[in-house]
């Protein structure tokens, strides 16, 4: 799959799926986005991100199974509480750790601001905001 770097008037820049970039370009647009760069997903494969979440350290894992119909063509792999992330996981050796306890309310490794809030009604507001 072929991703898009895009950078925004704020000087903040974002990779994107190119077909999702292509699909949104109007509305990119106006957000003062500019295509910068087009590379392969191969390309990411030994690059690091830090989580907007706690500021974690990740790895970036290129996976042929990511499809750009699902959003920007970029997922978090959630290992401890997905089967197919798990086995994403497994193939390139991460961590099974989870921030979602067995009641849907997040952990402490969450941070401090996300601990004990419910994960689908509470959480994402504070999440988008990061």
Sequence with gaps: MNYTIIECENNEQY???????IKHKPILKKLAAKSQMRVLG???GEMQAQSPVNSKTLRVCYDKEIRPSFGSGINSVC???FVDD???AQDFGLDREGYVDEKGLLTEEA?????GKNVLRDASAILIEK
Excluded: C, M, W
């Design 15 to 21: 990779v994107v799926a190119t077909q999702f970039y």
């Design 111 to 115: 941070g401090e601001d996300l601990k």
């Design 86 to 88: 798990l086995k994403i």
């Design 79 to 81: 290992p401890g509480h």
């Design 42 to 44: 191969s390309f990411f």
